[in-house]
Each structure stands twice: as structure tokens, then as C-alpha cells.
């Protein structure tokens, strides 16, 4: 159905290898699109990463341990 109230204000990050075999960077790009378009762009993060295949890499999860430190609360 469509976004409303404060699902519309979600913080989004999105990760993309620029060499992955299996969902190649083009689908990543389209999909951020389309993300942007449904929900508060200005909260909708993609990045890439150089020489990344269909995997992670030490780069990105510190990409996303910073998204989740900025965007949930700490836990005590």
C-alpha cells in the first residue's frame, strides 16, 4: 500500500558493490530511485563500493554501524 505518516520520514541506507555478478549496480541505482520516490529522499542514503562483488566488506559495515549509531537509539 502506499507510505503515509512517519514511515514516509524513514531513514534508508542502501550498499552496492560496483562489480557484483548477481545484482549488477544498475538494479542498485533503480531501486534507490524508486526508494527516493516513495519516501523523504533527503533520508535515502546509497552507496557503492569499488571493486565490491555480491558480498560486504570492511568499508561498508563500518558504513553501517555509523547509520545505526546516528539513526537508533543506544541500548543500556
Same mark, same amino acid.
Given at each position: 500500500g502506499p507510505i503515509s505518516g512517519v514511515? @514516509?520520514?524513514?531513514a534508508v541506507l542502501q550498499c552496492h558493490g560496483d562489480c557484483d555478478p548477481l545484482v549488477p549496480l544498475m538494479f542498485g541505482s533503480l531501486t534507490v530511485e524508486k526508494l527516493k520516490s516513495m519516501i523523504n529522499p533527503?533520508?535515502? %542514503?546509497? @552507496? %557503492?563500493?569499488a571493486g565490491m562483488m555480491h558480498s560486504s566488506s570492511l568499508e561498508e559495515m563500518m558504513d553501517v554501524k555509523q547509520f545505526i549509531d546516528k539513526h537508533l537509539p543506544p541500548i543500556d
Open positions: 514511515n @514516509k520520514d524513514i533527503a533520508n535515502v %542514503t546509497f @552507496k %557503492t563500493y
